[in-house]
T-cell receptor, first 113, second 108 residues
Framework: GAGVSQSPSNKVTEKGKDVELRCDPISGHTALYWYRQSLGQGLEFLIYFQGNSAPDKSGLPSDRFSAERTGGSVSTLTIQRTQQEDSAVYLC???????????FGSGTRLTVV | KNEVEQSPQNLTAQEGEFITINCSYSVGISALHWLQQHPGGGIVSLFMLSSGKKKHGRLIATINIQEKHSSLHITASHPRDSAVYICAFGGSQGNLIFGKGTKLSVKP
């Protein structure tokens, strides 16, 4: 597609449930990033994929968070046993090269009740 | 101390005013980004610059690498410019490290 596509756009889940968030980057973009923005807070880096290299998971806040990127394209961010503090907008971005030409998706708004 | 500091945090302007948003950073960088986040949450990359000045329409971004400072200017501001403006620089792995943003509101 023409842009970075994220789904779902909104997700409401009960505390303790697992959720999966999807990101479909721009075709050909080798770098893919996940960020989150909690209410009233700035953007926070979560995880970064570059080509076939091992992902940089240094931003993941706990071991309940994991992400994978299949075939160098679509990425899924999984949050297990969701907590209320996980409520945030989760943003995905891709770029053709590391650190250059970012395009952001419109985000998934996650609400944990 | 945050690696990226923006000022002001909030800015209200009248339509037509010239607007300046400032960004200071504390580490050496190769490039700095300016992003715009609309009220609906979508983020648009405005500029990536490593030196000098870039202009796109009514937006101008400048950077002084020696002083570790960048500014975003908006000329002839319009209510549709109302958004959060975020500066960011690339971390060692290519991820962005963000400032907390400047919320701009332009009144008609």
């Amino acid at each position: 597609g023409a842009g970075v596509s994220q789904s779902p756009s909104n997700k409401v889940t009960e505390k303790g449930k697992d959720v999966e968030l999807r990101c479909d980057p721009i075709s050909g973009h080798t770098a893919l990033y996940w960020y989150r923005q909690s209410l009233g807070q700035g953007l926070e880096f979560l995880i970064y994929f570059q080509g076939n290299s091992a992902p940089d998971k240094s931003g993941l806040p706990s071991d309940r968070f994991s992400a994978e990127r299949t075939g160098g394209s679509v990425s899924t961010l999984t949050i297990q046993r969701t907590q209320q503090e996980d409520s945030a907008v989760y943003l995905c971005a891709s770029s053709p090269h590391q650190g250059n030409g970012y395009t952001f998706g419109s985000g998934t708004r996650l609400t944990v009740v | 101390k945050n690696e990226v500091e923006q000022s002001p945090q909030n800015l209200t302007a009248q339509e037509g005013e010239f607007i300046t948003i400032n960004c200071s950073y504390s580490v050496g960088i190769s490039a700095l980004h300016w992003l715009q986040q609309h009220p609906g949450g979508g983020i648009v990359s405005l500029f990536m610059l490593s030196s000098g000045k870039k202009k796109h329409g009514r937006l101008i971004a400048t950077i002084n690498i020696q002083e570790k400072h960048s500014s975003l200017h908006i000329t002839a501001s319009h209510p549709r410019d109302s958004a959060v403006y975020i500066c960011a620089f690339g971390g060692s792995q290519g991820n962005l490290i963000f400032g907390k943003g400047t919320k701009l509101s332009v009144k008609p």
